[in-house]
């Protein structure tokens, strides 16, 4: 699987910006896939995961309510949301795949493939 992330640039505070990512190959829904977001200088974090038929997602408490990850399987994509964004969403963000994924969703360690990230800027 191969992923290619999409969308970023740069935005004001309070605004919003969806990023994609789209996927090859034709197993696309037997994966989760997720978003994570890696800070200047910080470690890469978790953003959020959704299930292969979409019906079950997970969000960072940092995000929650404010980001919304969405899949259209038939176009191999899966989309990151973001709305009322502050300064503090800068970051590379990363899509990732997983085959299997159950509790340990947050953890880099679960996914396999993963994409090769878009610059979100948020100014202030």
């Known amino acids: 699987v191969q992923l290619q992330a999409s969308g970023g640039g740069l935005v004001q505070t309070g605004g919003s910006l969806r990023v994609s990512c789209a996927a090859s190959?034709?197993?696309?829904?037997?994966?989760?896939m997720g978003w994570f977001r890696q800070a200047p200088g910080k470690e890469r974090e978790f953003v959020a995961v959704i299930s292969g038929s979409g019906g079950i997602t997970y969000y960072a408490d940092s995000v929650k309510g404010r980001f919304t990850i969405s899949r259209d399987n038939a176009k191999n994509t899966v989309y990151l949301q973001m709305n009322s964004l502050s300064p503090e969403d800068t970051a590379v963000y990363y899509c990732a795949a997983a085959s299997l994924v159950y509790s340990d969703y947050y953890r880099e360690s679960s996914y396999d493939y993963w994409g090769q990230g878009t610059l979100v800027t948020v100014s202030s």
């Open positions: 190959g034709r197993t696309f829904r037997s994966y989760a």
